[in-house]
């Protein structure tokens, strides 16, 4: 995901494998002539030590180090088992080897010129040739049988194994052994198209079920459940085994079509759940709870290989949906498809699965048609079909016109113009805590210093007030002294006052000034009483 | 080989708010606008029938009926056997749906599909916009069964998935047949076949819309 585009990575891919391919090369060379030699000596019949280290599954194939086929501990009721399983497991090996070539040829088909030794070339180009006649060999002689097998594909192995193990000899031999024919003839079969290939497989599930009901090997097994069983077992087995080889192949145009719907949708991201008619309240934590579950389920499809286990994701993904709109609603009534297909919409847009289309269509070509036509799988795996036709579609799916917005607005919020509210809420309630609190705290800050502002500026108007008062008060005080010059008792007291500012000694000086204002300029009042001596 | 179950699927198309859900639910839950439905969704559900001895699943795949989900239909109908067409018998409007629907159907699918009318909320007989002659007189032109229903009153409901499912019974024997000997497998494989065709109609339009961005 970081750094490189698909391309770049690519290039810079291909270039390591290139340089490690030749270390292995030369590997090899030295491991096999080594074994040829040992083998010569011990056992001019047997297998491969390597190969049954490899069904031992012990850590002991190790190229520089060829053992002696004795080492691995099995009994004899096991040797029997094991050499049934041996075909079996050359094809393991084989199926790497040739997996391993296309995947080199996907990445860089002309590296095979430049610069790998003759001989190697020989190995890498030929496999596909060999096959038929290899089946013969000493697979030892299979190309690259050190190189180590994915995880998952041992894991298959293992599991498929063990599966079928508990079912009787004949019956469990018989499958193994078809399977093990088909995908020799598979893989062969280079130059096929994947639609050829699908058509294969497809004519194997139905080869082996016409099998199932009637091969006399089978008749213990008659159950429809056993027989569903093996299907699902083989068909993961296979898939799980040759997914490399046919999932988004280069071949097609998978890739470019996840990327072309990848952009859309990225394109789309401002779609809310409200303008779909999805019936999704993220709001409420118990939703976004579920639906952020939807989304890893959904994603979580990338990391399966069997077409079963990538349907489950689908159903998985499905029902939390499901779960979120029961949350969502008020009276808890089942979803009906009327809110479950636009609030799957939602979900895909929300998620944007890297590898959609190239999952979509791997199922399609090679899902056991079973499980895509019917039954619960079914029905979620089509909506989620539907839901990407309708992103993709501009013309009868996703547009202005289906999401009830006029032509302008949908441009503008293509464009990245406009934003819908709910999209800024939504980005906030994707941060953190932390980040949460710092713009809350920010936010308080911010209106606090808007109201320290407001009361230093109301501050200041209380501080003009004052000053405005107080001259207010002095002109007041000189008008009416001026007014008053004669009568003043004390002129050089009064004026030297006045220049004293909000003082009590003003105060006093103007209410006795004013005293005797009053007292003077009062005629109409009776003269004073004059104190008289009592007779 | 024939006490293998049969499995249909039948997809419920028709306007939004015809009342598909309420048939489904009232058909598996027998409930209606009911608190204690169990079922966390209706838009699909399996039914297990046994016709005349002979053991049937249906898998009712409900469908988006919004009007800007229409394109989508052949995805959903695909591979079915069975169709039921639901319109609301106060609404003239979803009648010309159905109307829609059967000849897309007929047109894409042929005669490989059952279809069923049914004409929901006969509860709401005074308000009837669509006559009942003319819905008779329509379904028996395009071959299809007309059955009236109520999901509240709990009317018709039995009927139109027992009538549905003998008629798909009736072609499966029949396809059988023609193909004598060969398995249930084999029916489904021409089925899947058929699907491929459909999906790789929809890729090639797909890449004629152009560029995304």
């Known amino acids: 995901m970081a750094g490189y585009c698909s391309k770049c990575w690519r290039d810079i891919y291909t270039q390591q494998q290139h340089k490690l391919q030749q270390q292995i090369d ?255 309240d993220i709001s409420k934590s118990c939703v976004s709870e579920w639906t952020d579950k939807a ?167 209380m501080r003009q007030g004052i000053q405005q008062h107080s001259l207010h008060v002095k002109t007041q005080v000189e008008k009416i002294l001026s007014q008053t010059p004669s009568r003043d008792p004390f002129p050089n007291f009064s004026q030297s006052l006045t220049y004293v500012n909000d003082s009590t000694e003003t105060r006093r000086s103007r209410s006795t000034s004013a005293l005797d204002e009053d007292l003077c300029g009062n005629d109409l009042l009776p003269p004073p009483l004059v104190p008289t001596v009592a007779p | 080989m024939g006490s293998r179950t049969k499995q249909f699927k039948v997809v419920l198309l028709g306007e939004g708010c015809v009342g598909k859900t309420s048939l489904v639910l009232r058909y598996c839950e027998d409930k209606f606008n009911d608190k204690h439905i169990t079922t966390l969704q209706a838009s699909f559900l399996n039914k297990k029938l046994n016709i005349g001895g002979k053991r049937v699943n249906l898998s009712i795949w409900d469908t988006a009926g919004q009007e800007r989900f229409h394109a989508l239909g052949p995805i959903y109908y695909r591979d079915s056997n069975g169709a039921i067409l639901v319109y609301d018998i106060t609404d003239e409007d979803s009648f010309q749906k159905v109307k829609n629907w059967v000849k897309e159907l007929r047109k894409m699918l042929g005669q490989d599909i059952c279809l069923c009318i049914a004409g929901n909320k006969i509860d709401l007989e005074k308000s009837r916009h669509v006559s009942v002659q003319e819905a008779e007189d329509y379904a028996a032109s395009v071959g299809a069964k007309h059955i009236h229903t109520s999901a509240k009153l709990n009317k018709g409901i039995d009927e139109l998935f027992l009538t549905l499912s003998k008629k798909m019974l009736q072609v499966s024997d029949e396809q059988d047949d023609v193909s004598a000997g060969a398995s249930l497998g084999s029916s489904n494989r021409g089925n899947s076949r058929r699907g491929v065709v459909v999906v790789s109609n929809e890729e090639a339009t797909e890449q004629k819309s152009g560029c995304c961005s």
């Open chain 1, 295 to 461: 989304i890893t389920a959904i994603i979580e499809m990338d990391s399966k290989r069997a077409p079963q286990d990538k349907l489950a994701c689908v159903s998985r993904c499905s029902k939390h949906i499901f779960e979120a709109i029961r949350r969502s609603k008020d009276d808890g009534s089942p979803a009906s498809a009327d809110e479950y297909l636009p609030a799957l919409i939602h979900i895909v847009l929300k998620a944007n699965p890297p590898l959609l289309k190239s999952n979509i269509r791997y199922i399609t070509r090679f899902s056991n048609p079973i499980h895509i036509m019917s039954g619960e799988d079914a029905y979620f795996f089509t909506n989620l079909c539907c839901a990407v036709t309708y992103i993709e579609n501009e013309e009868t799916g996703l547009n202005a016109e289906s999401l009830s917005l006029t032509q302008v607005e949908f441009d503008a919020y293509m464009r990245g113009e406009m934003q819908t509210g709910e999209k800024q809420e939504e980005n906030e309630r994707q941060l953190c805590p932390g980040l949460k609190l710092m713009y809350k705290n920010l936010n308080d800050l911010a209106s606090l210093h808007e109201r320290t502002d407001k009361m230093l500026e109301e501050a200041m108007q």
């Open chain 1, 26 to 280: 030369l590997d090899h060379e030295y491991a096999k002539k080594l074994q040829e030699e040992e083998h010569r000596n011990l056992h001019p019949t047997e297998t491969s030590p390597q190969v049954s280290a490899l069904q031992s599954s012990t850590p002991k194939s190790s190229p520089a180090q060829p053992h002696s086929p004795q080492t691995p501990a099995s009994t004899k009721a096991d040797a029997t088992l094991e050499r049934s399983f041996k075909p079996f497991e050359n094809k393991k090996v084989h199926t790497k080897g040739f997996s391993g070539r296309g995947f080199r040829n996907f990445f860089s088909p002309s590296s095979e010129h430049s610069t790998v030794s003759p001989n190697s070339v020989k190995h890498k180009s030929t496999p596909q040739r060999k096959s038929n006649s290899a089946m013969q060999m000493s697979p030892h002689q299979w190309p690259n049988p050190e190189r180590q097998l994915s995880f998952e594909s041992k894991r298959a192995s293992k599991d498929f194994v063990d599966f079928i193990v508990a079912f009787q000899e004949p019956a469990a031999k018989d499958v193994l052994k078809k399977c093990h024919e088909f995908m020799t003839k598979l893989t062969s079969n280079n130059e096929s198209t994947i639609d050829e290939k699908s058509e294969m497989v497809q004519v194997f599930y139905q080869s082996m079920t016409d099998r199932l009901l009637s091969h006399p090997h089978f008749k213990s097994h008659a159950h429809e459940e056993d027989h569903d069983k093996i299907m699902n077992n083989v068909e993961k087995f296979i898939m799980t085994k040759i997914y490399r080889d046919v999932f988004c192949h280069d071949q097609t145009d998978d890739e470019a079509e996840d990327l072309k719907v990848q952009t859309r949708i990225r394109n789309l991201h401002w779609i809310t759940a409200a303008m779909l008619d999805a019936n999704i």
